[in-house]
């Protein structure tokens, strides 16, 4: 069965430095997603991104992050500075079609220190 | 802004037996998708049923059924015959027009041998 998956599993940084986030969404998706699930916390909506370009983002979304998808299968989240506060689990995820069930990745854990 | 209550912190069940988890919601939409997703501890995010509002017919699958009212923006999860597999947080999620989904604190199922 198709599904969708991310890398790493675990990343530790810095504080102040850059990180990507990777992800190969299921094949035929079209729509694709961020989330993020500070520990202990709602998970929380941050951007999704359709036809090479955001579609909508959340005002977490802020200028430290930035999404793109550099070839035809993978969706990267790039935090250019990272904070404290951005330590949580980072989940992907893809649909085919706006309104239908969204597929999650196993996450990315980030921790920032 | 639409919001997604999960009033219960945690349930416990007993084997075998039917638990109720509850979620209601606020939205002035009147067109909008309702999603029950589980994770278990290795945190990623499952879906487990999904809901049109436009459809009366309530959602089933397998051993996992929804209430779903409507007025009362109420979608309630009942698990039938639970299993120690089914142990897990709980999540009642609502996409919006954008097709974000919005997230409720989530609902952690004990199962008792």
């Known amino acids: 069965e198709p599904e969708v998956t991310q890398t790493p599993s675990h990343q530790v940084t810095q504080m102040g430095q850059e990180v990507i986030l990777r992800c190969v969404p299921i094949s035929n998706h079209l729509y694709f997603y961020w989330y993020r699930q500070i520990l202990g916390q709602k998970v929380e909506f941050l951007v999704s991104f359709y036809n090479n370009e955001i579609s909508e983002k959340s005002e977490i979304f802020d200028d430290q992050f930035s999404v793109e998808r550099p070839d035809g299968s993978n969706f990267t989240l790039k935090i250019r500075s990272t904070k404290l506060e951005d330590s949580a689990m980072y989940f992907c995820a893809s649909t085919q079609s706006d309104g239908y069930e969204q597929y999650f990745g196993p996450g990315t854990r980030l921790t920032v220190t | 802004a639409q919001t997604v209550t999960q009033s219960q912190p945690e349930m416990s069940v007993q084997e075998a037996e039917t638990v109720t988890l509850s979620c209601t919601y606020d939205?002035?939409?009147?067109?909008?998708?309702l999603f029950w997703y589980k994770q278990p501890p290795s945190r990623q995010m499952i879906l487990v049923i999904r809901?049109?509002?436009?459809k009366q017919q309530n959602a089933t699958e397998n051993r996992f059924s929804v209430n779903f009212q409507k007025a009362a923006k109420s979608f309630s999860l009942k698990i039938s015959d639970s299993q120690l597999g089914d142990a897990a947080m709980y999540f009642c999620a609502f996409m919006d027009s954008n097709y974000q989904l919005i997230w409720g604190a989530g609902t952690k199922l004990i199962i008792k041998p």
């Open positions: 939205t002035s939409e009147s067109d909008y998708y």
């Open positions: 809901q049109e509002a436009y």
